[in-house]
């Protein structure tokens, strides 16, 4: 088959022939990739960010992403017609496949722990996108960007009937990492949200998710075209360009708004922050009212630094959200089928990977796809 592969970190991908995958557990499926998503994640990847980490290639040549979609082609024969807590996938059975979590060890605290995470569904005990042992698909062992990928049963979702490749393909990681986040807010109807980073990959859909949530999106981007796309997208959200309104003016447009003047009760229920940036966070943290939380998803090596002022005094809630289990992933794709949530995309064909590499590190708006329907050029 024909896939991209790295032979080192820091080079190109090479469009090559490789073997065809092997099935080699009951959970595995063999995937027809239709379309496959690039992700910040696959640059941290490809420059050796992973290394000496459980994320970084275990062989070489390595096949990068983590969020495609496809349609099954093969399947291990003692699953077909088999009891199972997953879905009864068949050869044919169109599925969204995210990165997290291949054949987890079924065994280790968070294998076994059946506990929700923030009220959310979990996941049939043995399954657990947070064990340590799993592999993941596209980082520790090949992904999407290739014809055929084996990917686990547990690990995916049926895609809605009227769902196509291209649209699934951007959701498994950018949608099921921000739904999640949203998710994680623990917000009722009506509640403030705001989107650090609202006009980027995870952002642009995030507006759209809290939005049809019922929630009162603050989306906050730095660069023109962000701000714009964000605009474009949002239908009653607060769009704001940082780099010309303080967070401090922003929180009293939501004061005007409510008719709140007092200082700690103005501002967003919650704050997700999407930007590897310091100053991002510090402008989410400005907005939030006092007894708000703040939900972190990017993660900057030197890390971030709080005042122990909001904690303390303000007793802000500061929280992480990583992707989401396979029982959000379900419930997110119903969500984006039945509120029209759709990422803003631009499509290569598979052999011009590179290409699309070079045009990621431009700044783009929305999400760059392989669509392997697309003819090699
Ligand atoms: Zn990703
Ligand atoms: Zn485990």
Redesign the pocket.
């Given at each position: 088959m024909k896939a991209q592969v790295l032979k080192a970190y820091n080079e190109p991908y090479v469009f090559t022939d490789v073997p065809l995958p092997k099935i080699t557990s009951p959970y595995d499926l063999l995937i027809k990739v239709e379309a496959a998503?690039y992700?910040?994640?696959?640059t941290v990847c490809a420059t050796g960010g992973f290394d000496g980490h459980a994320n970084a290639p275990t062989q070489w040549p390595h096949i990068g992403c983590?969020?495609f979609a496809g349609t099954v082609a093969d399947i291990h024969k003692p699953l077909a017609g088999s009891d199972s807590s997953v879905a009864p996938f068949q050869i044919g059975t169109r599925v969204g496949v995210p990165?997290r979590a291949f054949h987890p060890c079924g065994t280790c605290y968070e294998c076994q722990r059946e506990t929700p995470d923030y009220g959310q569904p979990s996941d049939s005990k043995g399954y657990s996108v947070y064990c340590p042992k799993a592999k993941n698909l596209?980082l520790s062992i090949p992904g999407g960007f290739a014809e055929y990928a084996v990917v686990d049963a547990r690990q995916v979702a049926p895609l809605p009937a009227e769902m196509s490749a291209v649209d699934a393909a951007p959701l498994?990681?950018?949608g099921l990492?921000i739904y999640a986040a949203l998710k994680n807010c623990q917000l009722q109807r009506g509640d403030r949200v705001a989107i650090l980073g609202c006009g980027g990959?995870l952002g642009h859909l995030g507006i759209q998710f809290a939005e049809k949530m019922g929630l009162k999106v603050v989306g906050i981007d730095t660069s023109g075209p962000a701000v714009a796309l964000s605009q474009r997208l949002a239908t009653n959200s607060l769009i704001v360009n940082a780099t010309k309104t303080t967070a401090d003016d922003v929180v009293q447009i939501m004061g005007n708004e409510d008719g709140i003047v007092e200082q700690g009760r103005m501002g967003v229920d919650a704050a997700i922050i999407l930007p590897e940036s310091q100053a991002a966070f510090d402008y989410g943290m400005r907005l939030l009212k006092n007894w708000g939380t703040c939900v972190v998803v990017s993660f900057p090596t030197s890390g971030f630094v709080f005042s122990t002022q909001d904690i303390v005094f303000r007793h802000i809630s500061i929280t992480g959200s990583l992707?989401g289990s396979n029982a959000i992933l379900r419930e997110m794709l119903a969500f984006a089928d039945e509120h029209g949530v759709k990422c803003v995309s631009q499509l290569f064909a598979l052999s011009n990977l590179n290409d699309l590499v070079t045009r990621h590190h431009q700044g783009v708006e929305g999400k760059l796809i392989i669509d392997l329907s697309l003819a090699t050029s």
């Open positions: 998503s992700c910040h994640t696959d983590h969020e990165g596209g498994m990681c950018a990492t990959g992707v």
